[in-house]
């Protein structure tokens, strides 16, 4: 652990035996935490910085898509909502398939980054 991690530890242990932490909004309720399992570990702070300021690539807005359609049909109970579900599911699969197959950037992404860089 570095010096900093250790000195944000100790501060946040005596936060919580001052009592700081309680009675804290939501206190008891999970955290609703964004699901970054899909972007490597590596690129996790440069997705999250991205995100928030609403310039995701088409890439990963897709494979984001696509989990939450995986968890759809993992979790459907009715045949006709899970046969949609599958296949809404294989036309994002084929769409990353095809983004994947093009390393170049999208028009529009590029036009968004730019927009952002300049102020805009």
């Known amino acids: 652990m570095s010096a ?10 005596d936060a919580i035996r001052a009592g700081v932490f309680n009675d ?37 807005e897709t494979r984001k898509e696509a989990a939450t359609l995986r968890k759809l049909v993992a979790a459907a109970t009715d045949d006709a909502a899970r046969r949609r579900a599958l296949a809404k599911l294989a036309l994002i699969e084929a ?10 950037c999208t028009s529009d992404y590029f036009d968004r980054i730019v927009q952002r860089f300049e102020g805009g």
């Open 95 to 104: 769409r990353l398939a095809a983004q994947h197959a093009s390393l170049s």
């Open 24 to 60: 804290l909004p939501g206190a008891g309720r999970p955290l609703a935490l964004d699901d970054d399992t899909l972007i490597p570990e590596e690129l996790r702070i440069a997705y999250r910085i991205l995100n928030n300021a609403g310039c995701l690539p088409p890439e990963i």
């Open 4 to 13: 900093l991690d250790l000195i944000a530890e100790e501060k946040i242990r």
